[in-house]
């Protein structure tokens, strides 16, 4: 038991540092409508980091081609990008504006939940050691939220909606031993919470 422990706390510590990267907004970004061209200074981010699929609005873009400096992301689904020279970037835990190629804003996770008290948010049992199902526990207040699982790598585990609820039970059976991102959001805001599975 004393081995798990130890080992459930250097992984938590080495994936936080990891999770640092896996949230890093390049600092370049261009569009043609149909791809998206990311550009990182060297070193800075490695292709396990980046996530598999980005959102420009509700159109979907995978990952194409990637190496130490730059990534390459195609239309997947939804409409193409119209505003060439200003557009926002969902990377799963934040999101990323560029306006002519530069970023200019990046919002990586709030803690500001509007439509919630943040400091009664529980996600548990964490770590998942049995059973199937991770909880979520908004407090006293009834929630309309989205909540979706990100892996560290940003791709899109579950998706599920909550209305008018304190409490919700997400199914996770078919999720590995790691280390998974919860985002809860509502349409004002959104908060990011980190949970283990180690069974």
């Known amino acids: 038991m004393t081995k798990n422990y130890y080992a459930l706390i ?10 640092a990267f896996a949230q890093f907004c390049p600092p370049n970004g261009f569009s043609d409508g149909t791809s998206l061209y990311f550009f990182y200074d060297t070193g800075t981010s ?13 159109s979907e873009f995978s990952i194409v081609d990637c190496d ?6 195609d239309l997947n689904s939804g ?4 505003n060439l020279n200003a557009f926002t970037v969902d990377f799963g835990f934040g999101t990323c504006e560029y306006t002519n190629g530069t970023l200019t804003n990046e919002t990586l996770s709030t803690d500001s939940f509007a439509d919630l008290d943040k400091t009664q948010l529980r996600v ?3 770590p998942v ?9 908004f407090g006293s207040a009834n929630v309309n939220v989205d909540i979706t699982i990100y892996s560290v790598t940003g791709k899109r ?12 039970a997400l199914n996770v059976s078919g999720l590995n031993n790691g280390v998974y991102m919860i985002k809860i959001a509502s349409n004002t805001s959104s908060v990011t919470r980190k949970f283990v599975i180690m069974k």
Request: charged content about 15%.
């Open 46 to 58: 490695l292709c396990a980091e980046r996530p598999i699929t980005v959102y420009v609005g509700t």
């Open 68 to 73: 130490n400096i730059s990534s390459v992301y």
């Open 157 to 168: 585990i579950l998706d599920t909606k909550v209305a008018n609820m304190n409490k919700a």
């Open 79 to 82: 409409d193409p990008i119209v």
């Open 124 to 126: 548990f049992p964490n």
């Open 129 to 137: 050691t049995t059973g199937n199902r991770v909880f979520v526990d």
């Open 10 to 19: 250097l992984l938590t510590v080495l994936l936080s540092f990891t999770q």
